[in-house]
């Protein structure tokens, strides 16, 4: 274990990325959600209290999709970068795996608290001082703490290993490696759409949250499955 966290720590030694990077990303996101909502409040007239303008705003997405090309991003050259240091260090590559999955979940904590921190303060200055809706939103749970948690929590794991499993295929094959998987992928995606296609209709409108949840839980371990198995035979570079 403490060999472990030691690769957790070689993963987390770039504070300005792990910690900066997504509070800045946050924070224009934020700031550009809010300018725009102040607009539309302008441009129509609408008060920000009204139920019309509130059921509207909760609608903003803009949260939903801020980090996930910052995260996938980090989960690839996270492994992609450390894995021949780690390894010239001594660490067996399962060292290396567990290590790199502690690293993750604690990158997943941060975000997690730090957007339940924000979700507080929006709360606190009455959605900012103007009326604008930015964590307060549908996509995570209209303002309850427990589905932003979670969703934050499993969303942040979710893109870190997919990266961290596209970053070992690269560790293992070389540069085709994660175009032949994406492709891969990309093609089974497409069949199975192609078959399901008469029934999606039913399968959308059967999916809940927790539904959601569960689907991300298994991705995030069928991701360190395959990182395991593309590093066994991986060498150092």
């Not at 990325?17 to 302008?42: E, Y």
């Not at 997943?108 to 009326?131: D, P, Q, R």
Request: glycine share 12%; proline share 3%.
């Amino acid at each position: 274990m403490n060999r472990s966290l030691t690769v957790a720590r070689l993963h987390l030694n770039k504070w300005n990325t792990v910690v900066l990077t997504p509070l800045g990303i946050l924070g224009i996101v934020m700031v550009v959600t809010i300018i725009i909502q102040i607009a539309i409040l302008r441009a129509t007239g609408m008060d920000a209290n009204s139920p019309e303008y509130v059921e509207g705003a909760r609608w903003n997405q803009a949260i939903l999709w801020s980090l996930p090309g910052f995260l996938v991003y980090y989960g690839v050259q996270a492994v992609s970068t450390t894995y021949p240091f780690g390894l010239a260090l001594g660490f067996t590559r399962r060292d290396y795996i567990a290590g790199t999955m502690i690293a993750n979940m604690l990158h997943a904590v941060y975000i997690t608290v730090l957007l339940l921190a924000l979700l507080g303060l929006e709360f606190a200055t009455n959605h900012w001082f103007v009326g604008a809706y930015v964590l307060d939103v549908n996509v995570v749970g209209a303002g309850d703490p427990l589905v932003l948690g979670v969703t934050a929590f499993l969303g942040v794991l979710f893109c870190l290993t997919v990266g961290g499993v596209f970053a070992a295929v690269w560790v293992r094959f070389g540069p085709k490696g994660p175009t032949i998987l994406g492709l891969g992928l990309g093609l089974v995606l497409a069949l199975s759409l192609l078959a399901l296609a008469p029934q999606l209709g039913e399968i959308f409108g059967a999916i809940t949250r927790g539904g959601l949840a569960l689907a991300a839980v298994a991705i995030i371990l069928v991701s360190l499955v395959g990182t395991w198995f593309a590093m066994r035979r991986a060498s150092v570079r």
